[in-house]
């Protein structure tokens, strides 16, 4: 009898794909998976339409086609302050997945500690087993999503050899301050360890908050490990592209990495999308009024149904607290709210290592009939929830 690999034995369904298959089955509204029912800016579909025409059609280089990442270390430098030498500091990916992965597979030996704040985007749990990672995490606690300083300097101490910090994030829609980012970067320099940022929301911030670029602190440029990707920024979760900017001698081996695991991102869609790239900060600042929007109409809804909720200070997902409801398995309270209610949302135990159960995630990046839909659905939601006997989430 064949064997299949240990490493991955333990690898579970996504949950979010779950939620998605019932929703669909139930002709639910999705708010589980993340990803926008709206369209990608126009020049990028006409930037698609050249491409086919016109090509390219094969390989690009590998780590990237270069005026692909010459746009990007533009982009970088305008909204970072960075400079970057788009040949020896940027790994163009398929998506920001295979830039996290591909980083890990660079930096860490197996048995090597990762620390990863909890709740996490569930990928991290995966990359590190699969590149033998063994994590250490350390709470973000709800509702504010704070983290206990000591707590993390013992998890240093430990000998981490890197920190994920997704950052705004996801699911808790935290936008960390400079003050925790300062406090993160020390620890990282005082242990001597990467900081690997999930950066893919950099742009989806509420105002007053700010991104802070991890690498633009005192110190920082060479330790930390950038993962980002297109695919929330101009709308294009399809499209696969992602990128790695790091110091040259972590991009040599991320090169290396990327080119076994896939060669390289795909020519005509990085062609297609450097206008994306050359946008000028009009663009930008549309996508956070556009998302500010979205925000405004579903989480000002829920405020309106009176649900509990933690405001997202960036990313596009919102966390409500659904304990009046005597949740005690969240996974089969989603569930029954897809098929009762309408409504998918994913349980918050899928992103938490601690005891959670109180908390489901809604993204809204949606146009607003999609929203408004699901809040006229919600609205039964705490009638039917109380009134519900005989469920097995009670
Ligand atoms: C925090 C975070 N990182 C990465 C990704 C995946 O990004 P990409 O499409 O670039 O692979 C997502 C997608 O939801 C995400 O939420």
Redesign the pocket.
Known sequence: MYQLSKRTNDFTDSVIRRMTRISNQYNAINLSQ??PDFEPPMELKEGLVRAAINGPHQYAITWGAKNFRDALAKKYEHFSGIKVDPEEEIVVTC??????MATMMSIVNPGDKVIIFSPY?E?YGADTILSGAQPIYVPLVPPTFDFDRDELEKAFVEGAKAIIL?NP??PSGKVFTYEELMYIADLAKKYDAFVVT?E??EHIVYKPNKHIYMQSLPEMRERTIVCN????TYSI?GW???YVIANPEIIERVKKVHDFLTVGAAAPLMEAAVTGLEFGDEYYEDLAEHYAHMKEVFVGGLKRLGLKYTDPQG?YYVLVDVSEFGVKDDTLFCEWMIRNVGVAAVPGSSFFKEDVNHLVRFHFAKQDDTLNEALRRLSNLRELANNAIDVDWK
């Open positions: 993340g990803f998506g920001s997945t295979e830039a996290m985007y990928n997704c994030s996801n999930d893919v929301y990707s297109l695919s929330k979760t696969r592209l992602g990313a």
